[in-house]
């Protein structure tokens, strides 16, 4: 369940880039950039946003200054995106794992992620139910949106994981070392013995991890 538990890891160190993590002052003046913002792309209002997230006004207003701080234009592209991603893995390649990332956010395939795009992932990843999150991680694996992970696909992101921990993995690996933590994978995932795990054979197996489950409580209380 290792790259589970990477994904969370890892969107926290994204949250926290971001800002999430900081406290917001009552003095910030963020709603007066949603109405004035001379950014390339502006975003939908305060209150469409509350009605399409489970993120009150104050938590937008957060999240929109963040934003806003790593991507002043508004929208952020792939390599935008893995230019943010590498500052957390200086000691490794990170950008293809940060393309399996990028793809999960960019729900309309339009080579961008927006604000909008950027809550309406993070709703689900803050303040969805455990199903909602374990759904959305199920997406990120599922690379060609099949309904379905197969070995190959697998394969691709152990070996994503891996050249972004770069020098740091330890012991120090050797090459069979992804193959064997995919075979492990759908040893433990794929129930029917058919050679893809699906999305009720991902979610039974994760919600019988207890790793996974804690982890997941991590979420709760970022913002």
């Known amino acids: ?14 949250l926290e880039q971001f800002g999430l993590f900081e406290p917001v002052s009552l003095e910030d003046s963020v709603e007066d950039e949603f109405e004035l913002s001379t950014a390339c792309h502006r975003p939908e209002g305060l209150e469409q946003l509350q009605e399409q997230t489970k993120f009150t006004r104050k938590e937008l207003q957060v999240l ?6 790593e991507c002043p234009s508004g929208i952020v592209n792939e390599e935008n995106f893995k230019h943010i991603y590498s500052q957390f893995f200086p000691q490794g390649d990170s950008s293809t794992y940060a393309t399996f990332l990028f793809n999960a956010f960019d729900t309309n395939h339009d080579g961008s992620v927006s604000f909008e795009d950027f809550v309406a992932g993070l709703s689900v990843i803050l303040r969805g139910t455990i199903d909602d999150r374990l759904n959305w991680a199920f997406n990120l694996y599922d690379l060609n949106k099949d309904g379905c992970i197969t070995k190959e696909e697998m394969l691709d992101i152990m070996k994503s994981i891996y050249d972004m921990m770069g020098k740091y993995t330890y012991p120090a690996l050797r090459e069979e070392a992804p193959r064997e933590h995919v075979e492990s994978f759908f040893q433990k995932m794929d129930r029917n013995k058919d050679g893809v795990v699906t999305i009720e054979e991902f ?11 804690r982890s997941m409580q991590l979420f709760d209380n970022v913002i």
């Open 1 to 14: 369940m290792v790259t589970v538990l990477v994904v969370l890891t890892v969107l926290l160190k994204v």
């Open 64 to 69: 929109y200054r963040g934003f806003k701080n």
């Open 203 to 213: 979610i039974e197996s994760c919600q019988k991890d207890e790793n996974i489950m």
